[in-house]
């Protein structure tokens, strides 16, 4: 709920709780055991962000947010309402649009290879240095020879052709090395087998798209990306991660400290993204959510244990909340210190000891303050969601997506077709012709030299007929006269 500036999160019988507007870019991470509560949890924070007029990036692993778009029933929730004395509490449905790189439940997101840039499609494919500068090569000659790469199928059609005609190449760009050529080829079939070409195409998705408000009562979007498919491919998971977050940065301006985020990212069961991520995609990611608040985007990680999440993120994550840990293991108990020593102490809780005996929707929570600080952890229950809880029929999300001013811009593909057939078919039309031309100067030289010794042959022949004739005609004479 957003109440009197700001967000109304959960609630004990002392006070209220909230995450303050400011505050929020200093980035936050839920946590708990399955089961605890984490997804309704963040259902409220996304509901509460919208209200506050801050659209949201939120990734759906198994579309338990979808429904967010529908009022919710007040039978089902008026317990916690009357428990927490939440005054002026009502059901209403938020406004959504369902993304989906694979298309099947929502609006897809695209972008072209040329708009990665050799850099970032580098860290993508994991390419060691020499192959990275192979790919600038290429990449470089693509521009040059005012070739579009739009998806994959293009990049791997440039790196054949390069290899190809690599000795002309050479000389203007420096040495190319077929090996790394065909190191990078292994790698783009690794990333399309992933379905990587599902996410290379136009129309190319703006990202200021995800920052449109509700025209009736101003709520901020709440963009739910359908990811149960998407989880399973982790390296093209990865490789859109890396470029939403880095397409964030490099586009949007500096603002420093702000009232509140343009825009939120969530990202749902981080622990299966941290889990499958290369390590050096990992970098990239801590590099951006250090840098990324001073863009004035917030970005919250939802998992089971902190300790899914790296050191290096996890010390820029401000406000935490925190449900039920369970104690069955040396590990278990390890996780649960390591909650403990992560907040700011309250002396009236023992943190180690509440965490394991929480009921489903209490939390151990922290929010920054006025001044940054963390506060005092709380013991305190999470408020019921607004919206609709449980699953969305596919027809309505059909409809909703449909009706969104996005499915007319970006829904179906724009097949532009790239020039690499083009200048590859040039190239070998003038080879051909190269080859053509050297065959009948090839021919003219052999006549020429044929036509030269014939001539020099009868010459030759009539010299020797000559001379032969001559001594002939010598003797004849000697014969007469002696």
Request: glycine share 6%; with cysteine; aromatic share 8%.
């Amino acid at each position: 709920m957003y109440i009197n500036n700001k967000l109304l999160i959960a609630k004990n019988k002392e006070k209220s709780i909230y995450l303050l507007p400011n505050m929020i870019c200093r980035h936050g991470l839920i946590t708990g055991a399955t089961g605890s509560g984490k997804t309704t949890t963040l259902k409220v924070l996304i509901e509460s962000l919208s209200a506050a007029s801050i659209p949201v990036f939120v990734v759906d692993v198994k579309s338990d947010l979808a429904a967010t778009c529908l009022k919710g029933d007040i039978s089902q929730v008026e317990k916690r309402v009357k428990d927490l004395e939440l005054d002026g509490f009502k059901n209403e449905s938020f406004p959504v649009n369902f993304l989906d790189l694979y298309k099947e439940k929502g609006i897809p997101i695209r972008t072209t290879v040329d708009n990665i840039g050799y850099r970032l499609l580098s860290k993508m494919l994991d390419l060691n240095t020499s192959q990275e500068g192979i790919l600038a090569i290429c990449m470089q000659i693509a521009k040059d020879e005012n070739i579009k790469l739009i998806n994959l199928e293009d990049l791997r059609k440039l790196l054949s052709f390069v290899s190809d005609n690599k000795k002309e190449y050479t000389v203007k760009y420096g040495n190319i090395n077929s090996q790394s050529i065909g190191a990078i080829e292994r790698s783009l079939l690794v990333l399309q087998q992933d379905g990587g070409d599902y996410f290379f195409g136009n129309p190319t998705f703006d990202l200021k798209d995800l920052m449109h408000y509700d025209t009736n009562n101003g709520y901020g979007f709440i963009n739910i990306l359908d990811a149960v498919s998407l989880f399973r491919k982790p390296t093209l998971y990865a490789i859109f991660l890396i470029w939403l977050l880095n397409e964030l940065y490099n586009t949007l301006p500096e603002v420093g400290e702000v009232s509140k985020p343009k825009l939120v990212l969530c990202f749902d069961e981080a622990h299966l993204l941290f889990d499958d991520m290369p390590s050096y995609l990992i970098k990239q990611i801590i590099q951006i959510v250090k840098l990324i608040r001073s863009k004035g985007v917030g970005i919250y990680f939802i998992s089971q244990l902190p300790n899914d999440i790296p050191d290096e993120v996890l010390s820029q994550l401000g406000n935490k909340i925190q449900h039920v840990l369970r104690s069955y293991t040396p590990n278990d108990e390890k996780a649960i210190k390591a909650v403990s020593n992560s907040f700011r102490t309250n002396p009236n809780l023992k943190i180690d000891e509440e965490v394991k005996n929480l009921a489903t929707g209490e939390v151990l929570i922290s929010f920054l303050d006025e001044l940054g600080n963390p506060s005092m952890v709380e013991k305190a229950k999470v408020l019921p969601p607004q919206s609709k809880m449980g699953t969305l029929s596919d027809d309505i999300r059909d409809s909703i997506v449909k009706s969104s001013n996005l499915y007319s811009k970006y829904y179906n593909e724009v097949k532009e077709e790239s020039n690499i057939d083009k200048l590859v078919s040039e190239k070998e039309k003038q080879k051909n012709t190269e080859s053509k031309n050297k065959e009948e100067k090839s021919k003219t030289t052999s006549k020429t030299k044929k036509t030269a010794v014939d001539k020099y042959t009868t010459k030759l022949t009539n010299k020797v007929i000559n001379t032969v004739g001559r001594q002939i005609g010598n003797k004849i004479v000697k014969g007469i006269f002696k």
